[in-house]
Nanobody, 124 residues
Framework: QVQLVESGGGLVQAGGSLRLSCAAS????????MGWFRQAPGKEREFVLA????????IYADSVKGRFTVSSDNAKNTVYLQMNSLKPEDTAVYYC?????????????????WGQGTQVTVSS
């Protein structure tokens, strides 16, 4: 089993930056595709980005392209979501997810392991 724990959420002013962390136990990130999703109140959960650590390939939602990126500390089994130029519409609970996938996909159902989420609120 893989356990994922997100942290780093908070209240940020529009235009600011925030870095979220996702710490994993049980397996190395190098053997998994890692994804980030978010869900605003009353809205469906939506895809943000995903990365294949073996190939280095990444895919992004159009809404975060050029503003969000990911990095990792393999020694700590931790993935980071760096969010820049934040907008009020980025307000949501953010979830990290992992799956033993052969290709990068934006589909929520393809990821077997999920964290509990961390709240990000962007004020205008």
């Amino acid at each position: 089993q893989v356990q994922l724990v997100e942290s780093g959420g908070g209240l940020v002013q529009a235009g600011g930056s925030l870095r979220l962390s996702c710490a994993a136990s049980g397996r190395s990130f190098g053997t998994y595709v890692m994804g980030w999703f978010r869900q605003a109140p009353g809205k469906e959960r939506e895809f943000v980005l995903a990365i294949n650590w073996s190939s280095g390939s990444m895919i992004y939602a159009d809404s975060v392209k050029g503003r969000f990126t990911v990095s990792s500390d393999n020694a700590k089994n931790t993935v980071y979501l760096q969010m820049n130029s934040l907008k009020p519409e980025d307000t949501a609970v953010y979830y990290c997810a992992a799956g033993r996938l052969t290709t990068l996909v934006p589909d929520m159902g393809s990821y077997a392991y999920w964290g509990q989420g961390t709240q990000v609120t962007v004020s205008s």
